[in-house]
C-alpha cells in the first residue's frame, strides 16, 4: 500500500485548504481505515481526522466544526478539507491506512503512512 499527500502550502489565518492522499496498491488488501494525522515542529504526531470502512468518522477536538474529512473509493483518494484555519493548524499532515492482508495463515493487519504534506498557517 503506498499513500501520497498533496495540497499542502501556505495559507493565511482564516484560510482554507484542502489535502488530498491517493492510495495505490489496495487492490489485495481491505481498507480498514484512512486517517489523516499532524506533527507540529517540537511536538507528537497526532490524530486529525479519521474514516472507516463504515464511513463512521472521528476528529481531534481541535478541529471538530473545521475539518472534515471525506473519502472517495472510486478514485482511491480521502481528501480533508480545512476551513478557519489557525496558526497552530501549522504542521506536516501524514495520510494513513490501516488494512487487512487475507492469507491462508491467518489475517494481517498493518499500516502504512504517505511522506507528509507542509501546511503554514500565517497569522
Known amino acids: 500500500v503506498q499513500l501520497v499527500e498533496s495540497g499542502g502550502g501556505l495559507v493565511q489565518a482564516g484560510g482554507s485548504l484542502t489535502l488530498t492522499c491517493i492510495t495505490s496498491?489496495?487492490?489485495?488488501?481491505?481498507?480498514?481505515?484512512l486517517g489523516w494525522y499532524r506533527q507540529a515542529p517540537g511536538k507528537q504526531r497526532e490524530m486529525v481526522a479519521v474514516?472507516?470502512?463504515?464511513?463512521?468518522?472521528d476528529y481531534a477536538d481541535s478541529v471538530k466544526g473545521r475539518f472534515t474529512i471525506s473519502r472517495d473509493n472510486a478514485r482511491n483518494t480521502v481528501s480533508l478539507q480545512k476551513n478557519s484555519l489557525k496558526p497552530e493548524d501549522t504542521a506536516v499532515y501524514f495520510c494513513?491506512?490501516?488494512?487487512?492482508?487475507?492469507?491462508?495463515?491467518?489475517?494481517?493487519?498493518?499500516?502504512?503512512w504517505g511522506q507528509g504534506t507542509l501546511v503554514t498557517v500565517s497569522s
Open positions: 494513513k491506512a490501516d488494512f487487512t492482508l487475507a492469507r491462508i495463515e491467518g489475517p494481517w493487519h498493518s499500516d502504512a
Open positions: 474514516i472507516r470502512s463504515s464511513h463512521s468518522t
Open positions: 496498491g489496495t487492490s489485495t488488501v481491505s481498507i480498514n481505515a
